[in-house]
C-alpha cells in the first residue's frame, strides 16, 4: 500500500526559481526521507528528517516536517537544469523494528534553462 | 567505495520462463531491500531481509516470487514462469539497518517480458 504521497505530479519551473513538493502520508513516522532519481534507475538519497525535527537544510535543499498534519515539503531553491529528476518521499514507520522504507509515487521536476 | 551492484542490467526474457536477478549489497550492510517499478510509477515494495530476522516478504505479489540471501550478503530475487505483468525495474538497495539509515540503491535490473 502506498505510504506517502507526493503533490504535484509533475512540476515545470525556469532555471532559477524554487521548485516546491509536497509529501501527505497516513501512519505515525519514525522519519520521513526524501530521494532523488534520474532516468528511471537507482534513487540517491537526499535528507532525512527526524519525527521530531521540524525543519531540516542541506544545501539547496529544504525540508520541513508537520506531523499534525502528516505532510512534508521539499524545496529547492535555485534550481538548475540538473536538477530534473524525479523526486520521491519515503517513511519509515514508528514503532518496532521493522524499518522497511514505503515510498509514495514521485514528483516529476522538470528544469526548463 | 563499491556501491550496490545489479545484475544484469537489462534481461528480456519470453514469457513462461525464470528468471533470476542479483543484488551484491554494499560490504557490511545488514538489510537489503528489493523494489519493482513500473514505467513511470513509484516504488513498489516486495521483500526485506533483516539481518538474521526473517524476511518481510509481505510485499511479494503471488507465489511466483521469491528471494533468498545467502550469507548475509548477495541476494537472488527469482520470478518463474514470468509474464507480460512482470517488465518492470527492479531495484535493490542495502543500509545498516538502523531506522535512520538512508537506502544505497543499485541502478536496478530492468526485466521485459515478450
Known amino acids: 500500500s502506498q505510504q506517502g504521497e507526493e503533490d504535484p505530479q509533475a512540476l515545470s519551473i525556469q532555471e532559477g526559481e524554487n521548485a516546491t513538493m509536497n509529501c501527505s502520508y497516513k501512519?505515525?513516522?519514525?522519519?520521513l526521507q526524501w530521494y532523488r532519481q534520474n532516468s528511471g534507475r537507482g534513487l540517491v538519497h537526499l535528507i532525512l528528517?527526524?519525527?521530531?525535527?521540524r525543519e531540516k537544510h542541506s544545501g539547496r535543499l529544504r525540508v520541513t516536517l508537520d506531523t499534525s498534519k502528516k505532510s512534508s515539503s521539499l524545496l529547492i531553491t535555485a534550481s538548475r537544469a540538473a536538477d530534473t529528476a524525479s523526486y520521491f518521499c519515503?517513511?519509515?514507520?514508528?514503532?518496532?523494528?521493522?524499518?522497511?522504507?514505503?515510498f509514495g509515487k514521485g514528483t516529476l521536476l522538470t528544469v526548463n534553462p | 567505495g563499491a556501491g550496490v551492484s545489479q545484475s544484469p542490467s537489462n534481461k528480456v526474457t519470453e514469457k513462461g520462463k525464470d528468471v533470476e536477478l542479483r543484488c551484491d549489497p554494499i560490504?557490511?550492510?545488514?538489510?537489503l531491500y528489493w523494489y519493482r517499478q513500473s514505467l513511470g510509477q513509484g516504488l513498489e515494495f516486495l521483500i526485506y531481509?533483516?539481518?538474521?530476522?526473517?524476511?518481510?516478504k509481505s510485499g511479494l505479489p503471488s507465489d511466483r516470487f521469491s528471494a533468498e540471501r545467502t550469507g548475509g550478503s548477495v541476494s537472488t530475487l527469482t520470478i518463474q514462469r514470468t509474464q507480460q505483468e512482470d517488465s518492470a525495474v527492479y531495484l535493490c538497495?542495502?543500509?545498516?539497518?538502523?531506522?535512520?539509515?538512508?537506502?544505497?540503491f543499485g541502478n536496478g535490473t530492468r526485466l521485459t517480458v515478450t
Open positions: 501512519t505515525s513516522i519514525n522519519n
Open positions: 519515503a517513511t519509515v514507520n514508528r514503532g518496532g523494528s521493522n524499518y522497511k522504507l514505503t
Open positions: 560490504s557490511g550492510h545488514t538489510a
Open positions: 528528517i527526524r519525527s521530531n525535527e
Open positions: 538497495a542495502s543500509s545498516q539497518d538502523r531506522a535512520n539509515s538512508p537506502l544505497h
Open positions: 531481509f533483516q539481518g538474521n530476522s526473517a524476511p518481510d
